[in-house]
């Protein structure tokens, strides 16, 4: 077709003409405006973390503290006065929950997933179905359910009970399902014939392979059980078990009789978003496969 | 066996703790119990539908909170949904056209509030929107006195009428006297209480992110030839975006509408940070009012009623969703390629969708 010269590679090549100047600005303008909207929020949350309680109330919107100070840092991570707010015990089971968590559903979830991608056994269709069905109920719906099963197994209030029932995602197991289908069959093939049992195949030539699939799972279920909360909420009544989000949540709700104490809820919760930020940041290519993943329900 | 080996943790923990939960709390949603007994003896204080009559039969506190609790959620869904995705379909076109600079910049940004904790940018929400907090101070700059939010109870509407001097205050009369489901027709018809729009827009924020990445993938799958088609055919732009982007999008925009409407549903952590119902129960949801009553009032039976009657909304919503993605698969050769492509794992054509994606 139109092979005459090529500035632009094809797929860069816009294909309607550009906007003209003025419109272009004005759009530019607007975006950006837009984005501010997006990003102001974690702006002055940062700013305000540095702040003393009085500035916070008078300035809410300075982007600069007047008078910086780590007054927030220092009574969070407990080296301050007495502090009312135990966020290292937060931030501790948080991170032990995460931890397990998100191994342990890498590991279940890619051995359903490649089960159900490529062995055949009696009941899979079957399975499959109940795991689409499972996707369907809203996690929302089972707050109180979920106690009841809690508190009949005897580990509610306990780090069994915040735990196990989080490790068994069905979205995990059909992001694994998946890519496992999309793998060619002969590589198992090649290494069956060479004598390979079905764990041997999976453990050691199947996984290998499967790193940008696990890589997204590790990632979901890292930022699912970090910033997970009413599991937590209905699976825990002692403060000894709050975490992050728990633990934030009532300090914020509930937080009478100590004046408003805006920079220290700010800080502890800018604090809590660091970890997923950073692997956002660093790994966004697969947060982005991720959201997309989410949405598909076969 | 290797199969059942493999499967046999999932099929344990889904069992145990998606499908068993459900059963128990289907029995005691029919109980009165308080949470401290057992209540899978004999013992159990059997009472029938009579939670589910309380709830939806009987006037009555327990009736006039359902009621006010769907009334929000109804408001809620109704605003958040729409307008979180035409925000998203408008971000995902403008990020999507290749001669912006600072696409990924951009789009990163966007995207950015959907990753964070919940509990978190509602504490941030929280400290923006007070009285004295940064947003009025906004609005301040353009004249604008801002109300003051999370305590402000007044429906939305009757706030806008008054304000241009339609109503004084809020309407009386036979839109207050007459009830439905124990509440009155004034309240009803209220809107969203001022309170409830800063949760709105927390979840249009925080959402809006994620629907653009989804609407994004699917215009990246819009076959190439077909927008130089139209540009050759001498089409504008906005000819291309009604002819050639908005059909091929269809699929995909009903698929973020449910979502959306599922997801809707069932808002509680904003609740529970941001007014766990206050002011003057505005802020109410259903999610909200089930877990209330079980942990708060230890009412469990009553709890785990409200429970269902929430699964039953979300599962008609979800059959919906359902109904209408079905219907994608028997239209037009584009929209059956399109809906592949986007209900395949993006894992699966690893290389090229990533490559894309990333610029």
């Known amino acids: ?298 | 066996m290797w199969g059942w080996l493999f499967v046999s943790p999932m099929v344990v923990g889904l069992g145990l703790f998606m499908a068993l939960p459900i059963l128990m709390a289907a029995w005691v949603s029919l109980l009165n119990w308080d949470g401290q007994s057992n209540p899978f003896t004999p013992d159990a204080d059997f009472v029938g539908l009579d939670n589910y009559r309380s709830l939806l039969a009987e006037e009555g506190l327990a009736q006039s909170l359902l009621a006010t609790s769907l009334r929000n959620n109804v408001y809620y869904v109704l605003l958040t949904v729409p307008i979180q995705t035409a925000l998203a379909l408008t971000l995902a076109i403008t990020v999507n056209q290749r001669m912006l600079r600072g696409r990924s910049m951009l789009r990163t940004t966007f995207y950015f509030p959907s990753v964070t904790s919940s509990i978190a940018v509602a504490t941030v929400f929280l400290f923006l929107f007070q009285g004295s907090g940064a947003v009025n101070r906004m609005l301040s700059w353009i004249g604008i006195k801002g109300p003051n939010w999370f305590q402000d109870s007044r429906g939305v509407l009757w706030v806008l009428l008054d304000a241009v001097g339609i109503v004084d205050g809020r309407p009386d009369g036979a839109l207050g006297e007459h009830r439905l489901m124990g509440l009155p027709w004034v309240e009803w018809l209220a809107g969203p209480s001022v309170a409830m729009c800063t949760l709105i827009l927390l979840a249009v924020w925080t959402t809006s992110g994620t629907f653009m990445l989804i609407f994004l993938a699917a215009l990246q799958n819009i076959p190439r030839e077909l927008e130089e088609a139209a540009a050759l055919d001498g089409a504008g732009r906005r000819h291309v975006l009604r002819h050639v982007y908005l059909p091929a999008l269809r699929p995909v925009l009903f698929l973020v509408t449910t979502l959306g409407l599922i997801a809707t549903w069932q808002v509680f952590d904003q609740v529970y940070v941001m007014g766990q119902g206050d002011p003057a129960n505005s802020t109410l949801t259903p999610a909200f009012l089930s877990y209330s009553y079980g942990f708060d009032n230890a009412e469990f039976g009553q709890g785990a009623a409200i429970s269902f009657i929430l699964l039953g909304i979300v599962l008609v919503m979800t059959g919906i969703q359902r109904f209408l993605l079905r219907e994608r698969g028997v239209r037009g050769q584009l929209r059956r390629r399109l809906a592949t492509a986007t209900a395949r794992q993006p894992a699966a054509d690893e290389g090229k969708e990533a490559h894309r994606a990333h610029n």
């Open chain 1, 1 to 298: 077709m139109r092979t005459t010269e090529k500035p632009l590679s094809t797929d860069e090549r816009p294909v309607l003409a550009r906007f003209p100047r003025p419109a272009r600005l004005a759009g530019y303008a607007l975006l950006l405006g837009f984005a501010l909207l997006y990003a102001l929020p974690f702006l002055v949350q940062l700013s305000t973390s540095f702040k003393t309680d009085p500035e916070a109330a008078s300035h809410p919107l300075s982007l600069l503290p007047q008078a910086p100070t780590t007054a927030v840092f220092d009574k969070l991570s407990g080296s301050g006065e007495a502090g009312s707010v135990p966020f290292m015990r937060w931030l501790g089971n948080s991170t032990l929950v995460t931890v397990v968590v998100t191994l342990g559903r890498v590991l279940f979830d890619s051995a359903a997933g490649y089960a159900l991608a490529r062995l055949r056994f009696r009941g899979r269709v079957v399975l499959t179905a109940f795991l689409i069905a499972v996707m369907a109920v809203p996690p929302v719906v089972l707050l109180i359910p979920k106690f009841l099963v809690l508190n009949t197994l005897g580990i509610f209030d306990s780090y069994t009970g915040m735990i196990v029932p989080l490790l068994f995602d069905a979205a995990g197991i059909f992001i694994m399902k998946q890519f496992f289908e999309s793998i060619p069959r002969e590589v198992e093939e090649a290494a069956r014939i060479d004598g390979a049992g079905v764990g041997r195949i999976f453990w050691y030539v199947v996984l290998p392979m499967s790193r940008p699939a696990l890589i997204t799972v590790t990632l979901l279920s890292f930022q699912g059980s970090w910033n997970e909360f009413t599991h937590f909420l209905v699976s825990t009544q002692s403060s000894d078990y709050e975490t992050l989000t728990t633990g934030l949540a009532r300090f914020v709700s509930g937080g009478l009789g100590q004046g408003t104490q805006y920079p220290l809820k700010l800080g502890a919760a800018l604090l809590s978003t660091i970890p997923v930020a950073v692997l956002f940041f660093c790994f966004q290519r697969h947060f982005i496969r991720g959201a997309n993943a989410g949405s598909v329900k076969e």
